[in-house]
């Protein structure tokens, strides 16, 4: 292509696009004026009910007369707390994302042998099929990872010797094998993006049938694969954080959406890997990360109250950050008074930031969660209640260990695939339509003319 074919396409992509700009353009009395409600929620942020689903409830607040009154907040995974089921592994000393898998997907928690039994079938589905991370990794590697694992999902259709058929114990088959995969697609993924983008060496571990998920994870990550139990023990926490979070969540609901129309199950998990994507979603993390980094760089003395709400206020106004005005980490469309997946991280990663010399560092960021609630409201004009989120302390969590940023949000598809398999399988048993919403036609009756009279 020649600079003059380069320079008359950009002008016709600038004209292109200004035509759109032009001809889509709704007034927003009009959302009001038609009852429309954007992004499936009402006038007071409560979400609009579609479907019913055992699996998992997000709890932040109840409706007192009419008002939303704030609460601390639940999170239940088949009516479990998932502060129940954190403290009874621990007490036990166990690894538990596999056990909170079987939960999710099969309904009950596993007596021993079904857990063992299940375990066993997830250490034989860990290794890829052959030659696929030499063609369908390394030979396109990708600057993103989450871009690579939904390639890379879609790829395995090819492989699978039933792919479309949608009975429950296919459906389950292919779950579990992904369940298994995702660590083993994002490690090598990881390492194709060092070694062709990164200009640094790459090592290939092969996974191991016996070791968890969250200890496979860092083995295969970690050049010389090693890790310590509690590193491991902390990982496997944040993956069963991150494993559901309702059927409302937007990749979750993507999944339901793709399921719906009978699509098989790579093409609907592919799809939510690609919401999940998304710096309003999973990506959020990322931008919680950079955030604070340039907290760190710009403010003197971390410890300063006074210092510290003045640069969230610049966030605010725009004059910080990302220029978007939004301080990542903080609020959420459901939690008021507290995200219960924040709280038990925080908890989980305070001995090692003790131990690791970051003790320093998670008290600035204590500090964000504490000033930044007055900040808002007193910038907003409002008086609520606003909490810290996960992304505010999973990155921190993922940096005590020693992760790369580039593994942040796919380590959150790495955990949330259970979730997403059993909305599959209970879209599948009990959907039963096609998911489709109604949008409100905004044109005019047009008439048409010939091509030399237009202007």
Sequence with gaps: MTYEDTFANETLLQELSESFRAHNQIPEALFSRYGIKRGLR????????VGASWLGNVHGYIVN?????????????????????IRGLEAENRFGFGEIGYLLMCG????????????????????????????????????????KLAGATL?????????????VENVMRQGISLMAKFPVIISHAYQAKRRYFDGDSMYLHMPDPARSTAENILH??????????????????????????????????????????????????????SA??????????????????????????????????????????????????????MGHAVYTLSDPRAVA????????????????????????????????????????PMCANVDLYSGFVYKLLGLPESLYTPL???????????????????????IRPAYKPLGKAMEYRNLDERE
């Design 220 to 273: 295969l990550i970690r050049p010389d694969g090693s890790y310590t139990d509690d590193e491991a023990k902390l990982l496997d926490r944040c993956l069963i954080l991150h494993a559901e979070h309702g059927g409302g969540n937007n990749s979750s609901f993507t999944v339901r959406v793709a399921t719906s129309s009978g699509t098989d199950t790579y093409s609907a998990i592919a799809a939510a890997v």
């Design 65 to 85: 007369e009419g008002e939303r009154e704030p609460i601390e907040g639940r999170l239940t995974y088949r009516g479990y707390d998932v502060y129940d089921l």
């Design 412 to 434: 959150f598809a790495t955990a949330r695939i259970v979730g997403w398999m059993a909305h599959r399988l209970e879209e599948l048993t009990t959907g039963g339509k096609i």
């Design 276 to 329: 999940l994507k998304g710096p309003r979603h999973g990506g959020a993390n990322l931008r919680v990360v950079r955030m604070l980094d340039e907290i760190k760089a710009n403010v003197g003395d971390w410890s300063d109250e006074d210092e510290v709400a003045a640069y969230l206020r610049k966030i605010m106004d725009g004059q910080a950050g990302d220029g978007s005005g939004l301080i990542y980490g």
């Design 108 to 147: 009950a928690l596993p007596t021993r042998r079904q857990l063992s039994d299940f375990q066993a079938m997830i250490g034989q589905e860990r290794a890829l099929p052959n030659n696929f991370t030499e063609d369908m990794i390394m030979r396109a590697p990708s600057r993103d990872i989450m871009n």
């Design 155 to 167: 790829a395995l259709y090819s492989y699978d010797q039933n792919p479309d058929e949608t009975t």
């Design 42 to 49: 009402n006038a007071d942020g409560t979400g609009v009910l």
């Design 345 to 384: 991280l925080k908890e989980a990663a305070r001995p090692l930031a003790e131990r690791k010399g970051f003790s320093r560092e998670m008290a600035m960021i204590e500090l964000v969660e504490k000033l930044t609630p007055a900040v808002f409201n007193e910038k907003k004009k409002l008086d609520k």
